[in-house]
């Protein structure tokens, strides 16, 4: 399995599944999608795809973005330990 996956063509065909990986953990943590609010294929199946929509329309808010986040400040404890060199700024 390890020399598989030192090959392109496994590493081309993984490229993929992580993309989706990625997507799927953003619906789970997010709106919750392993659960469904209500019973029935159809309204389970709309719930479903509000949610794909809600989760594009956030990305493509995060790619449009024009404001850049700010660097977050150290921890108090970061700050002691750079104001006394024991640690190097991060």
């Known amino acids: 399995m390890q020399a598989e996956q030192d090959s392109p063509e496994w590493r081309e065909a993984y490229r993929g599944r992580a993309g989706i990986e990625g997507t799927v953990s953003q619906a789970v943590r997010g ?52 104001q006394h060199g024991i640690a190097t700024a991060a």
């Not at 919750?32 to 990305?59: D, E, F, P, T």
């Open 31 to 82: 709106p919750g999608l392993r659960r469904s609010r209500y019973q029935g294929l159809a309204k389970a199946h709309l719930q479903n795809v509000l949610i794909g929509m809600a989760i594009s329309i956030r990305r493509l808010g995060a790619h449009y973005a024009t404001t850049t986040r700010t660097d977050r400040r150290p921890t108090r404890v970061h700050a002691l330990c750079t």
